[in-house]
T-cell receptor, first 114, second 111 residues
């Protein structure tokens, strides 16, 4: 049971490039989400999904797209990278049974946009 | 949306002393309040959580209290040890699976 797996762990992009951050979970969790972590700002929600085929915007969605074609995978796409998107990105999943339970985080992706 | 404020931003304690971190939330509909610990370069991990129908919860050296009327909750760590040094985040959820996090508290335990 690997939990939540994110790839890559590190990435450097040039301004204007696009890329996809991968996230996969093997716990059959319904709920998945993406956060970005910046110094002094905690974790801010980018996008989330309550199940396959369903996604919604979080607090800071601009510049990012997501899709949820399967329960296991929840990729995050940067459409045209900007220096302001330099951050550490975390994917998380939790059971979607209607009872609030623990969110499990991936190991994070450190993204630098130059 | 929910707004969670966390204080202090940094906390230095002597080993063996207690540490207290306080958070306030804005949405009276919030009913779930987890605390996460993040060691340097690692992922956040849940250390304790509390639901709105409970006022206090304890797990060994850590405890959380919740005051729904005042809309604040606190994390208490007793008998601090060097391995307690980390960044701690509080969070709140209003029942729609979305967690709103505080800005974090960097705790340093001095030997």
């Amino acid at each position: 049971n690997a939990g939540v797996t994110q790839t890559p762990k590190f990435q450097v992009l040039k301004t204007g490039q696009s890329m996809t951050l991968q996230c996969a979970q093997d716990m059959n969790h319904e709920y998945m989400s993406w956060y970005r972590q910046d110094p002094g700002m905690g974790l801010r929600l980018i996008h989330y999904s309550v199940g396959a085929g369903i996604t919604d915007q979080g607090e800071v969605p601009n510049g990012y797209n997501v899709s949820r074609s399967t329960t296991e995978d929840f990729p995050l796409r940067l459409l045209s990278a900007a220096p302001s998107q330099t951050s550490v990105y975390f994917c998380a999943s939790s059971p979607g049974t209607g009872v609030r339970t623990e969110a499990f985080f991936g190991q994070g992706t450190r993204l630098t946009v130059v | 949306g929910e707004n969670v404020e966390q204080h202090p931003s940094t906390l230095s304690v002597q080993e063996g002393d207690s540490a207290v971190i306080k958070c306030t939330y804005s949405d009276s509909a919030s009913n779930y309040f987890p605390w996460y610990k993040q060691e340097l370069g690692k992922r956040p991990q849940l250390i304790i959580d509390i639901r709105s129908n409970v006022g206090e919860k304890k797990d060994q050296r850590i405890a959380v209290t919740l005051n729904k009327t005042a809309k604040h909750f606190s994390l208490h760590i007793t008998e601090t040890q060097p391995e307690d040094s980390a960044v701690y985040f509080c969070a709140a959820s209003a029942g729609d699976y979305k967690l709103s996090f505080g800005a974090g508290t960097t705790v340093t335990v001095r030997a």
